[in-house]
């Protein structure tokens, strides 16, 4: 069993910017995606971005230029980079790591974009 938990979260005028942070509770295989979604109220959750164990990274078409998703191995931890952001980015941010034969989730950090 991994645990992932999330911080970094918190409210944070438009245009500006929050790290996200995933720490697992332990190393995890290199044959897992680690990735992090988000869900507004009333709105399914939704991909954010993803990054393999090779660095391999995939980005929402609404987050792309505005958000990265790096990882440290070492650390266990992987990172979202959030600048610019915009009211609609309001949601709570999940960490996930997945491969074919399932996964594990966070428990969720919010992020409120507001004036």
Do not use: H
């Amino acid at each position: 069993q991994v645990q992932l938990v999330e911080s970094g979260g918190g409210l944070v005028q438009p245009g500006g910017s929050l790290r996200l942070s995933c720490e697992a509770s332990r190393s995890i295989s290199s044959t897992y995606t680690m990735g992090w979604y988000r869900q507004a109220p009333g709105k399914p959750r939704e991909l954010v971005a993803t990054i393999t164990r090779g660095g391999n990274t995939n980005y929402a078409d609404s987050v792309k230029g505005r958000f990265t998703i790096s990882g440290d191995n070492a650390k266990n931890t992987v990172y979202l980079q959030m600048n610019t952001l915009k009211p609609e980015d309001t949601a709570v941010y999940y960490c996930r790591a997945f491969n074919v034969r399932g996964g594990y989730w966070g428990q969720g950090t919010q992020v409120t974009v507001s004036s």
